[in-house]
């Protein structure tokens, strides 16, 4: 059967990353979290002091990006990949809120965008494959085969959020959460490069309440009426 792009952006924390990994799952594809590569680059700046609370230094992180190597390498036990800077594994590391907090700035920088999309578009050259973010269906993959752009109220958002990082052990308030999940989606939708916005083309899916299965169910029938 022929293989296909399945682009799927959206807000922060619509549940992108949860569907495109059963998705991937399901059609033997692969799936890229573009989102942890802007989180990777993020946490090589915060580890270097380069951004911080109240400072950037956009220039000397641009300088040092050559220096930045990131891969996912797949981890048969949890059954998707896992993100690696410079040999690092740092899956756990750029969930924190931290990373969350100075992700968007980072991802506002034309350099970074350059270098992360140009990798995309490699990965994703013998299709296969299903990717998340915030530009694929406009810029990584334009003529992506099926596009996808997820939203729910930003309640909804911050609440999923805020349950999986207690999950996860990390403390703080539902409050700090929504405070995150609304910040960077005016960022990533006001920035200069590469905004979110909906590419015309794509198929809109709110999920605030649609179950995982319902939201699977709907973009497989897409995907298979798109190959
Ligand atoms: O998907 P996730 O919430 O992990 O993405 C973290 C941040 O990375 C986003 O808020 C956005 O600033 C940036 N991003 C982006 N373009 C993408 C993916 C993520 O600008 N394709």
């Known amino acids: 059967m022929n293989k296909i792009v399945i682009a799927i952006d ?3 924390s619509t549940g992108k990353s949860t ?3 059963k998705i991937a799952k399901q059609l033997n594809y692969i799936y890229v979290d573009t989102g942890a590569m802007y989180r990777a680059v993020t946490y090589f700046a915060l580890e270097n002091n380069f951004i911080g609370d109240g400072f950037f230094y956009s220039e000397k992180l641009i300088e040092q990006l050559d220096k930045i190597s ?3 390498k797949f981890n048969d036990i949890k059954g998707f990949a896992e993100v690696y800077l410079n040999g690092k594994n740092i ?7 931290r990373v969350s907090q100075f992700v968007s700035p980072v991802a506002t920088l034309s350099e970074v965008r ?3 999309v140009e990798q995309q578009q490699l990965m ?3 299709k296969g494959m299903v990717m998340d973010g915030r530009d694929i269906g406009t810029v990584v993959f334009p003529d992506a085969e099926l596009k996808i752009f997820m939203t729910a109220s930003a309640e909804t958002r911050a609440k999923r959020r805020y349950k999986e990082l207690l999950e996860r052990g990390h403390n703080l308030s539902y409050e700090d959460v929504l405070e995150n999940v609304t910040t ?4 990533d939708s006001t920035r200069e490069d590469s ?3 909906k590419a015309e083309d794509a198929i809109e899916i709110d999920n605030s309440d649609l179950t995982i299965e319902e939201q699977l169910d709907t973009i497989l029938d897409l995907a298979s009426h798109s190959i």
């Open 10 to 12: 959206g807000f922060s």
């Open 19 to 21: 569907i495109a990994k």
């Open 70 to 72: 990131i891969n996912f």
């Open 91 to 97: 899956e756990s590391d750029i969930r924190t809120l």
């Open 114 to 116: 350059r270098k992360l």
């Open 124 to 126: 994703g050259k013998d």
């Open 184 to 187: 960077r989606d005016r960022i």
């Open 195 to 197: 905004p979110l916005v």
